[in-house]
């Protein structure tokens, strides 16, 4: 097998789902399942499916082109403002996308036109993150003008919070949201299908046994494929935390000093690390850098840990198991090394499991050749 890939477990991604959709749905709040981490990967988007979601969503055109080039057929959002370069491709390959310029809402509109398709609208409202959004104030006024467009539909309203700015969604900024909701909706005689809440961010809000009000829609994408909400970083329980794995060859291993000699100055990406403990240590490297994966975002496995990486190299210490030049190991990853190892040409996604053999030394994998 080539190294290094990404494992992805879509067994482990639809029970995530699935669990999600479970208890969401008992509040009225449907899902719409979050590709654009796994760079729209067709087996990652069709687990997502078979287990519920209401639709699938990706910040980019390509990852959507990509999935209906698979034959997915699934409504799919596009949760980044479309760029006005692109709205014709964004109407015959997106259902929906999400908006906060009327120029490219207009721009949409005669796409559409050229097309003879609908495309739907959600307008995404500003609720302090600092990211994209209409400033509430001026909501009303810019539904007023998408109503006005030739095939367009007004779909719903939308808020995403604690990316840029860290703002936490809370019982002040959801209820603002469905206020709006209600005052579009008051002032156009019309009623709004989405009234979309926000991110994986918003699930301690959704399931913090509050009332979410007219919010009856979150796009989840770390929670479904991490099992994480990403506000602390916690585990979301009965999900699964593990559903891709990172797997890299060693081409050196042996014991070197642990401390570097010479007069020393600045590494290859800037930084001036410090080695701790001195004597002799087990090293290992593996053929993966930073080009591949964030190594800050890398879980070794027990009994190993992660001393530095530069762009083509990652190095570990083994303070057990001495493995050799050849062996694969094993790493968990956190949203950010998922999304650069998903974005390496490098890397190879794999299905998770089908021809490795695990050796019962702490999670070091065999490979069969
Ligand atoms: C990335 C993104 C999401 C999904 O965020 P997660 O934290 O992965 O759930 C939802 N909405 C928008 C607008 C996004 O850009």
Not at 98 to 126: D, F, K, P, W, Y
Not at 129 to 145: F, H, K, Q, S, T
Request: hydrophobic share 45%.
């Amino acid at each position: 097998m080539t190294a290094p890939r990404l494992e992805i477990d879509s067994g482990k991604i639809e029970h995530n789902t699935r669990t999600l959709v479970g208890l969401l749905s008992t509040l009225g709040i449907s899902i719409a399942g979050v590709t654009k981490a796994a760079l729209g990967c067709p087996d990652v988007a069709r687990a997502m499916l078979r287990a519920g979601v209401s639709a699938l969503a990706d910040s980019r055109i390509e990852n959507i082109e990509a999935m209906r080039r698979e034959g997915i057929d699934a409504p799919m959002w596009l949760i980044r403002s479309p760029m006005l370069s692109q709205t014709d491709r964004v109407v015959r390959a997106a259902d929906l996308s999400c908006n906060t310029e009327l120029s490219v809402i207009a721009s949409l509109s005669r796409a559409a036109g050229r097309s003879g398709r609908l495309h739907q609208v959600v307008l995404m409202v500003e609720l302090g993150d600092l990211r994209e959004g209409i400033l509430p104030v001026n909501l009303n006024a810019v539904a007023g003008a998408v109503l006005g467009l030739p095939g367009i539909r007004l779909a719903g309203i939308g808020a995403n919070l604690a990316c840029l700015g860290g703002v936490a969604p809370d019982r002040n900024n959801m209820d603002e949201l469905s206020t709006l909701a209600e005052s579009v909706e008051a002032s156009f005689g019309i009623e709004l299908e989405w009234v979309s809440g926000g991110n994986s961010a918003n699930l301690e809000w959704a399931l913090g046994g509050g009332d979410p009000g007219r919010i009856n829609h979150l796009r989840l994408g770390e929670a479904i494929l991490l099992g994480c909400e990403p506000m602390h970083r916690r585990p979301i329980p009965e999900l699964y935390p593990d559903a891709f794995t990172l797997v890299a060859e060693i081409i050196e291993s042996g014991s070197k000093p642990a401390q570097p000699w010479g007069k020393r100055a600045q590494t290859a990406f800037g930084n001036t690390p410090d080695f701790g403990e001195a004597g002799e240590i087990w090293r290992v490297i593996l053929a993966v850098g930073r080009q591949d994966v964030d190594p800050a975002g890398l879980q070794a496995p027990p009994g190993m840990s992660i001393l530095g990486a530069s762009g083509d190299h990652l190095v570990v210490q083994c303070d057990g198991a001495r493995p050799a030049v050849g062996d694969e190991i094993r790493f968990g990853l956190d949203y950010s090394a998922l999304v650069r190892a998903m974005s390496s040409p490098f890397v190879r996604p794999a299905p998770a499991g089908s021809m490795l053999l695990l050796k019962p030394d702490g999670g070091k994998s065999a490979t069969v050749r």
